[in-house]
């Protein structure tokens, strides 16, 4: 008998909670109603739209309703039509007043093909026909995701440097402390929409070669002397193309011994991240906290070596000396 009476207990907790409402749906506040307003995602990045729920069927949809606030009613529901190119894609019926765009992909021409989805609230409590006109948001331009190349190296004219596809050598004493070229970093965006700024990470190694490339000298991580290690904050991000830059200087190795070593220096472009891309993930992070270390993209094929040989020790002139005992 307890064991029954538990168990229609709860099942009346149920049905009253059932009758009340549906699960609290606020709208977020970083979200807005200006349905003018473009919409830019990157695509493959999942986002929501919320829509506002009917008051007249929906009372309990407001901060002072009682015992709970913000409750959907059991018997509203909304009806999302949402293009190809999107998903879900065609129409889908939801209890709650959102639906989540996953994976959305970028047209041919993203900056001429916007999306639009249709949003429709009815009631089970109405006959079939009894619907409004809906509402829709227009404007939404999914673009691809951004990418970058260096694009070029500062001025090299002069200061002993050779060599040409980013790869570049130069002698070196032991004692030279040689400047690094500026780095020209190009991004690529569809930015007619919105104007969009940058952020990147370069890392840098130092490895000591031998005259047949052996090493001899392992690599070491010098990112933080002549690198970018991390993203900045957002607001801090730049317009495309930004220059690279350090006021440290070259310097070539030695074995340990004392014994100069063809020293490289490579510079990698590895990831790289854009305004628009960032505020992407921040749509699709429900507790809008995106990670700027996780927002980003990594990039291929973009380094620049830079070799610092050591300059040939020239060795004394032999000769036959004057008192040279026959």
Not at 235 to 256: E, F, K, R, V, W
Not at 290 to 307: E, K, R
Request: glycine share 4%; aromatic share 10%.
């Amino acid at each position: 008998m307890r064991t029954k009476n538990l168990l229609k207990l709860a099942f009346t907790m149920l049905a009253m909670i059932v009758m009340t409402g549906a699960m609290a749906q606020q709208i977020p506040s970083q979200y807005t109603a200006d349905e003018t307003q473009e919409l830019v995602q990157t695509e493959g990045i999942s986002f929501r739209l919320y829509v506002q729920p009917d008051p007249l069927y929906n009372p309990d949809y407001r901060a002072d309703a009682t015992p709970t606030a913000w409750l959907l009613s059991t018997s509203a529901r909304w009806t999302f039509t949402i293009p190809t190119g999107l998903s879900p894609e065609g129409t889908t019926e939801e209890t709650v007043n959102w639906v989540e765009i996953t994976n959305p992909v970028a047209p041919a021409s993203p900056e001429t093909t916007p999306y639009s989805v249709k949003a429709v609230e009815s009631n089970t409590s109405l006959a079939a026909s009894c619907v409004g006109s809906g509402t829709t948001q227009n404007n939404i331009y999914i673009i691809p995701a951004p990418t970058a190349v260096i694009s070029d190296l500062g001025d090299l004219t002069g200061s002993g440097w050779t060599g040409s596809a980013f790869n570049y050598s130069r002698c070196a004493e032991a004692t030279d402390a040689i400047n690094v070229p500026a780095f020209n970093i190009a991004f690529t965006e569809n930015t007619k929409k919105v104007a969009n700024a940058y952020d990147y990470i370069l890392t840098v190694t130092k490895t000591g070669y031998d005259i047949n490339d052996t090493e001899v000298v392992p690599p070491a991580d010098v990112t933080t002397d002549f690198g970018k290690a991390d993203m900045q904050a957002i607001a801090d991000y730049d317009a495309s193309p930004i220059a690279h830059t350090t006021t440290n200087t070259l310097t070539i190795l030695d074995d340990g011994s004392g014994n100069l070593v063809r020293t490289k220096y490579v510079f990698t472009l590895a990831n790289i991240s854009s305004k628009t891309s960032y505020l992407s993930y921040f749509r699709a992070n429900t507790g809008f906290t995106p990670d700027i270390a996780t927002n980003y993209y990594a990039v291929a094929d973009q380094t620049v070596t830079l070799w610092l040989n050591p300059a040939p020790v020239t060795g004394p002139i032999y000769h036959i000396p004057n008192n040279y005992a026959f």
